[in-house]
Nanobody, 122 residues
Framework: QVQFVESGGGLVQAGGSLRLSCAAS????????MAWYRQTPGKQRELVAS???????TYVDSVKGRFTIARDNADKTVYLQMNSLKPEDTAAYYC????????????????WGQGTQVTVSS
């Protein structure tokens, strides 16, 4: 059973930066594409950034140029560097493995970590 432990969230002023970490268990980490999601109350979870096993990245338009996803296969950790934060980035952030199916990324595992809360004040 794969488990994810997210950390690094907090309260920051608009324009500030945070670096999120996601530690994953399991032996297949290096082979998996990974993604960061975010969710606000009453809304669906949104895929924010993804990174393939080979290091190719994608971002949702709203974070392009501000967020950077990276991975360390030796440590089984995926990171999300968030710069120039905006109040609309406020959300709980989660990670999961993903796979490409029928034109989009799909979550690979049904179990989620506890997430890490990011709050951006204006």
């Amino acid at each position: 059973q794969v488990q994810f432990v997210e950390s690094g969230g907090g309260l920051v002023q608009a324009g500030g930066s945070l670096r999120l970490s996601c530690a994953a268990s399991g032996s297949t980490f290096s082979a998996n594409a990974m993604a960061w999601y975010r969710q606000t109350p009453g809304k669906q979870r949104e895929l924010v950034a993804s990174i393939t096993s080979g290091g190719q990245t994608t971002y949702v338009d709203s974070v392009k140029g501000r967020f950077t996803i990276a991975r360390d296969n030796a440590d089984k950790t995926v990171y999300l560097q968030m710069n120039s934060l905006k109040p609309e980035d406020t959300a709980a952030y989660y990670c999961n493995a993903v796979w490409w199916y029928n034109g989009s990324y799909r979550t690979k595992y049904s179990s989620w970590g506890q997430g890490t809360q990011v709050t951006v004040s204006s």
